[in-house]
Structure formats: structure tokens, C-alpha cells
């Protein structure tokens, strides 16, 4: 299932967003596995992550392998896909805003709790290493538009381009109508969310996106919020979310799921549960967008769902490497 198949979840089935090429990483032809209804623990260590990204998570996992961190894992992971051009979601190459500015949102957060932002980042393609450096060589959780760009210039980060030609194309052609509908959008939501825990158990996450294609300047999704895009808490575990941020934010969506990891639940109904909350609310409109959330706990179990079908979840574990199809609150149509 390719990511960018993701939200095509609505009544505007001719809505006019340009569709970039499929990823690279999407066509690999390892073996695609339905979800299992209970998971059990296994070894350690482990990396998961948001979509089919094999060769985000296997930079990941042999990061661990050769001595890296569980934090060194993560930023080596997301910094892929982030300098991806194919992938029109993250990083470089990105689809911009309805000013034709491409903005980037991400964050990391560490077992010890410490944890760096960035929003509306401009002409920086790996946000996330910015995050970090937000994280570790600042008194600052989050730091925004061009006082994070300002920041990142001053410890060496280069300044580039982020808008190739794809992405101006469609851009461009984005225009002819201007159709701006935020709450039912079109594989627009392909957040990168990673986790990984260390051969003891440690456990870091980051987060990395360039938005909502075509939003308002300015709006900043869920994915740099701590407790929304990204929770970990070392004791517990940790989750992460893709999808329609706004919805995300208004649950507190990966902190919910820690917590209900807490009081017992698996990382599986923890997911489930979290989902459970968007759909439950009066008038949701979750019939017209997708979230997803994927989740890990101390035991090395994992857990991931979405509202609708066509999400994925990619783990490296007992030194395998799948991609794992999530089941979904609302089922696919019986063929």
C-alpha cells in the first residue's frame, strides 16, 4: 500500500491535488503482513516507523548496530527520508504552502525527557537535526520560523532550496482552482514518526513533516507538538502519530496512548483506544480524514491503527524487517 494513497477519504473524489511520484522505498518488494491482533515481547533493540520506509528504519536499526544511540538511531533514520525529493511530505521536496514556501515541522525527545522543536522552518532540509540541536545545545524547547532558521545558520547548518520542480509543478497547478479544504484533504498527511529503543530498553522518538499541503501560512500541525505528534516517557514507552494534525492536537493523541500504557492496556489497545477518541467525539468528521498512531512499550511490544485502511507500520526486529499493515476503524471494502 503507498503512502500517498493515505487520505483518499472523501466525497471530493475529483479534488485537483497533484500527486508526486511514488517513493523509492514503496516498491521494495519485501513481504507485506496483516496486522496481529496481539503482539508479543521480543528482543531488543527495535525500530519502528510511520508508512512503508525500509530504508529509513534499516539506517536505523544498523545506526544501533554499530555502537549509535537510540537518539543517533532516530535522527539518522528521519534525515533520509527528509533528503528523499520522491517523498513530498518531508524534508526537501516537500509540497508547500498556498504561498508556494515550503515550511518543515519536527521534533525528538530523548529517554531522559529532554526534547527540541522546530516549526515553519525554512530552507533547511533535515529539520530534525535542528530539533536536536534545539533539544541539546539550547535552554529552549521549540524554536520557530526565523528565529529557527537564524539558529541553525549559526551552528552550521547550510542554507538550500527546498521547492524542486515537482513540487512547483504541482504547486502550480494546485493554483488553477486554489481548492483549500483542510479538514477533508487528499495524501496530504505522510508524517514520518519513528521509535526506536536501545539493546537496554532505552527509547527515543522523533518526528518529521513539511505539513499540510497547500495550508494557510503559518499553520503548524501536530507533529512538532510534544504529547501530540511525539510522546515518550522512558518508564513506560512511547507513540507517535500521522495524519490530519489538527485532529491529533485536540486529543493530545501520543500522550493519551503513554498514558493508557500506564494503567495497563497493550500498545495495540492503547492505539485502538486513542483512535476510539477522534472517532467518539460529537459531530467528528472522521469519515472524511485519517489518523494513524503507532506505539511502543518497555517490553518491546508494539502496536499501530488508523481510522481508515491503507496505513503501515515498518519494524526491524529479531533482525527482521517488515512492513506491517494496519488494521483500521473503518474496514476496507469486502472485495
Not at 70 to 81: F, N, R
Not at 82 to 101: H, I, M, S
Request: hydrophobic share 35%; proline share 3%; aromatic share 6%.
Amino acid at each position: 500500500m503507498k503512502r500517498r494513497n493515505f487520505l483518499k477519504r472523501s466525497s471530493l473524489a475529483g479534488l485537483g491535488i497533484a500527486m508526486g511520484s511514488s517513493l523509492t522505498n514503496c516498491t521494495e518488494k519485501e513481504e507485506t503482513k496483516k496486522a496481529p491482533t496481539n503482539t508479543k515481547s521480543l528482543s531488543l533493540p527495535l525500530v519502528i516507523g510511520t508508512w512503508n520506509v525500509k530504508r529509513a528504519i534499516t539506517t536505523a536499526w544498523e545506526t544501533l548496530q554499530n555502537g549509535g544511540s537510540a537518539l543517533d538511531a532516530i535522527e539518522q533514520g528521519c534525515m533520509i527520508e527528509e533528503a528523499d525529493e520522491n517523498n513530498q511530505t518531508v524534508g526537501k521536496g516537500g509540497l508547500p504552502d498556498r504561498d508556494g514556501n515550503v515550511t518543515l515541522d519536527a521534533c525528538i525527545m530523548d529517554s531522559n525527557g529532554n526534547c527540541g522543536s522546530v516549526v515553519y522552518l525554512k530552507n533547511i532540509t533535515h529539520a530534525i537535526s535542528v530539533a536536536r540541536k534545539v533539544m541539546e545545545d539550547t535552554p529552549h524547547v521549540m524554536l520557530a520560523g526565523s528565529g529557527a532558521e537564524k539558529f541553525a545558520y549559526s551552528i552550521g547548518f547550510k542554507k538550500e532550496d527546498l521547492l524542486t520542480e515537482a513540487s512547483k509543478k504541482a504547486w502550480e497547478e494546485w493554483k488553477i482552482k486554489s481548492e483549500y479544504k483542510p479538514i477533508i484533504n487528499i495524501e496530504n498527511h505522510d508524517t514520518i514518526g519513528m521509535l526506536a529503543m536501545d539493546k537496554d530498553g532505552n527509547i527515543v522518538g522523533g518526528c518529521t513533516t513539511s505539513g499540510l499541503a497547500y495550508k494557510m501560512a503559518g499553520r503548524v500541525g501536530d507533529s512538532p507538538i510534544i504529547g501530540s505528534g511525539l510522546y515518550v516517557d522512558n518508564e513506560v514507552g512511547a507513540a507517535v502519530a500521522t495524519g490530519l494534525g489538527e485532529e491529533v492536537v485536540k486529543t493530545v493523541g501520543s500522550f493519551l496512548i503513554v498514558e493508557l500504557m500506564r494503567q495497563g492496556k497493550s500498545p495495540q489497545e492503547a492505539c485502538e483506544e486513542a483512535v476510539n477518541r477522534i472517532v467518539s467525539k460529537p459531530n467528528s468528521k472522521y469519515k472524511d480524514f485519517q489518523v494513524a498512531y503507532i506505539a511502543v512499550n518497555k517490553k518491546g511490544e508494539t502496536g499501530y491503527y488508523a481510522i481508515h485502511d491503507g496505513f503501515s507500520m515498518t519494524k526491524y526486529q529479531d533482525g527482521k524487517l517488515e512492513n506491517l499493515v494496519s488494521d483500521s476503524y473503518i474496514k476496507p471494502p469486502q472485495k
